[in-house]
């Protein structure tokens, strides 16, 4: 009979004592870690089969899904506060505005009710005095018109709505 030659390979792990006992069995070497084995058993052991796809593959796409995810929340949750922050800030300008023009037409009511007030109230005019009175009015009424178009016009800019 011929037998095989047997290669003795050291084990690996530093600080194990090595034995010359050339052939051990698989169930020896569990039990004496340090023994020296048949290269020949070293190759006909079965390595436990690494399962790339569920250690390295899956968690890590599992967290690039989890990272989508959040990014795509987070985008929705800005795209929210940009447009209200937006529709506040054009908005805002819009009812001070109204308010304001509100405010110069009462004051412009205001004046002219007690502009007919005075005028009801004032003995008849002669005709001389009439004429410088009317003309006197008209001045006035030109310049509180010049007054009342040049504060829109500044409420205008300071909004920024147009005229």
């Known amino acids: ?28 070497n569990a039990k004496s870690p ?20 569920t250690l390295v593959c899956q968690p890590f796409e599992n967290e ?31 009812h001070e505005a109204a308010l304001e023009t509100q405010k ?3 004051q412009i009511s205001q004046i002219m009710a007690t502009e007919r007030e005075q005028g009801m109230c004032s003995p008849a005019p002669s005709t001389s005095s009439s004429f410088f009175r009317l003309r006197i009015v008209e001045q006035t009424r030109e310049r509180l018109g010049e007054f009342v178009r040049r504060m829109k016009t500044a409420l205008a800019a300071l909004t920024g709505t147009p005229f």
């Open 1 to 28: 009979m011929h037998s095989s030659p047997t290669t003795q390979i050291p084990s690996p792990a530093p600080g194990f004592a090595t034995t010359n006992q050339s052939q051990t069995t698989h169930a020896q």
């Open 34 to 53: 340090g023994a020296e084995r048949p290269l020949a058993d070293i190759i006909s052991d079965q390595f436990p089969p690494f399962d790339a796809q």
């Open 64 to 94: 690039a899904v989890r990272d989508a995810k959040f990014e795509e929340e987070l985008g929705g949750m800005l795209l929210k506060a940009i447009l209200e922050t937006h529709a506040w800030a054009a908005a805002r300008p819009k």
């Open 104 to 106: 110069l037409e009462d």
